[in-house]
């Protein structure tokens, strides 16, 4: 599957990994891009099966609420062109076939929505009790993907890191202490901060981002986060990831991969 808005998609991820900033009384996504290009998809494939695609967007409409994306498929005869939009007040995703203007399929992204509030509520409960060690948070997951069959096993360029700060917008930088305790992986770290995007169309560059999210508590009381890699369009991925805390510090206890371009 081609998704030519990825590379974009991952630095809006890895800036924030969440929703943006409230801005006046402009009405913010619950979802972000990956989530909403996910449940796009996911409409247009309930109805055509699966294939190989490129989209435009998705972009999101503060004034109705709606993410809008252009899905296009086929080539030649087969050629389709499909409008998705996604409400985030109902959840319904249409899929419309330019230029016509009705459904011709339906998605729903209320499972979505109800996990993106239950983020933001997680956040929120974060700031007003931040983790703690968050540079030990970020030293656990370089480790952790550091190891066989980890995404830093085998991708060992110049690696700038730092983490979403629980309390505010601002990225926390990977410490000069913490890139001395690294000093056994063999990675050249730097502060996330000094991170230079590689320029547009770049597949792959020669350093890469690493953002890490803000850890969020879970009911059985470890933590949730998610983080990302970033060095080009065809040169990114996405994470998440069950941390613990105790005596002994942060340990990753599971990791998935959720996306890869």
Request: with cysteine; charged share 20%.
């Amino acid at each position: 599957m081609k998704k030519p808005s990825f590379f974009q998609s991952a630095i809006a991820a890895l800036a924030l990994l969440g929703t943006c900033a409230a801005n006046g009384q402009e009405k913010q996504p619950l979802l972000d891009g990956m989530e909403a290009m996910q449940a796009g998809f996911a409409a247009v494939e309930s109805k055509f099966g699966r294939g190989d695609a490129n989209v435009n967007g998705p972009d999101f409409d503060q004034t109705t609420t709606e993410w809008r994306m252009v899905i296009e498929r086929g080539e030649a005869a087969t050629y389709h062109r499909f409008l998705v939009t996604i409400d985030e007040s109902s959840g319904v995703v249409c899929v419309r076939e330019a230029p016509a203007p009705d459904c011709v399929a339906r998605g729903d992204a209320t499972v979505a929505l109800k996990a993106a509030r239950d983020k933001l509520q997680a956040l929120a409960e974060a700031a007003l009790n931040p983790p703690p060690d968050l540079q030990g948070v970020m030293v656990a997951v370089i480790r952790h993907q550091m190891a066989s069959g980890g995404y830093l096993a085998s991708n060992r360029m110049p690696l700038y890191v730092s983490l979403k700060s629980p309390k505010d917008d601002t990225m926390i930088d990977l410490s000069p202490e913490s890139i001395q305790s690294l000093g056994d992986t063999g990675l050249q770290l730097m502060p996330g901060s000094a991170w230079k995007a590689p320029p547009n169309g770049t597949h792959v560059g020669a350093t890469m981002n690493m953002g890490v999210g803000t850890p969020t508590r879970r009911p059985d009381g470890d933590y949730d986060i998610t983080f990302g890699f970033l060095c080009g369009s065809l040169c990114a991925s996405g994470h998440k990831a069950v941390l613990r805390h105790d005596a002994s510090g942060w340990r990753v206890i599971s990791s998935v991969m959720e996306s890869i371009s």
